[in-house]
């Protein structure tokens, strides 16, 4: 007779697409099979957890009632959340060790200034989002399972929906905007598929130089954008398969944790593990911290 899993076990989740795991394939194989397969631990940067910080602010301002939330209410809620971050992700404290009370300071000032461009781009009295920090997830007929978390959602009486995303960063150049619509389009299409409606909008708010960028899918580039994401899912099977997630050279290598056991600078990466049975790709809280 088969034994009960033990209620408290977690169940197994479905291989899934999201976002930035896609990205990272796109970028570098290798860096998707270290990041997903091998699970292997990178150290954020200060603007990371930077930009973690703001994007919680940013959460926790919209749970005030309409008229309480100005940037007064924006800033008190910035060394709580801050408090609350630190305690909760002893990881991220390597970045902080041996941090100075005056450097301290300042880092939450580069966060307020950016709480502070937040204000000169949108007002959020008037804003009524259906959600902030939404966890999405469906199925294409394919069978691509895809997740991924939105920033804010908001939907007009009439049903219009914008998907709106903070980036903590500058306004990108021609490449850069590619790759933030690129995961833009993700949303769209978990979205599409979930309520039967394209969104009317995708905009993104950059508050490193206050600065935005709006963008309008249709249906047709939606569902080109699906084969797409099929063409990469299909890709990442693949090297799953063979074990061959080969690295790719670029100037990001520079950022990349990883780097010293990446065969194109020299170094060995660990043993291939094998394709897990189930995968979770959805988004970390790093994932959401530009």
Known sequence: MSQSAPADAE???????????????????????????DKLPE?????????????????????HPPEERDPAAASALLEPAWTELYAEHPEWQEAFDGD???????????????LDAYFQLEDPSTLRPEACELYLETELSSGLRLRGYVDRLDVAPAGDIRVVDYKTGSAPREVGEAKALFQMKFYAVVLWRLRGVVPRQLKLLYLADAQQ????????????????LDAIWQAILRAGESGDFRPNPSKLCGWCDHKPICPAYGGSPPEYPGWPSSLGAAETVLDRSD
Do not use: M, N
């Open 213 to 228: 960028l709006t963008y309008a899918p249709d249906e047709a580039e939606l569902r080109k954008f699906e084969r797409t």
């Open 100 to 114: 100075d009370t005056p450097a301290r300071s300042e880092w939450l000032a580069s966060a307020q200034r950016l």
């Open 43 to 63: 150290s954020p940067s200060r603007a990371q957890v930077r930009g973690i910080l703001v994007h919680t602010v940013l959460e926790r301002l919209y749970a």
């Open 11 to 37: 169940p197994r989740r479905q291989p899934a697409l999201s976002p930035s795991r896609a990205s990272d394939f796109k970028q570098c194989p290798l860096l998707y099979r270290l990041r997903v397969i």
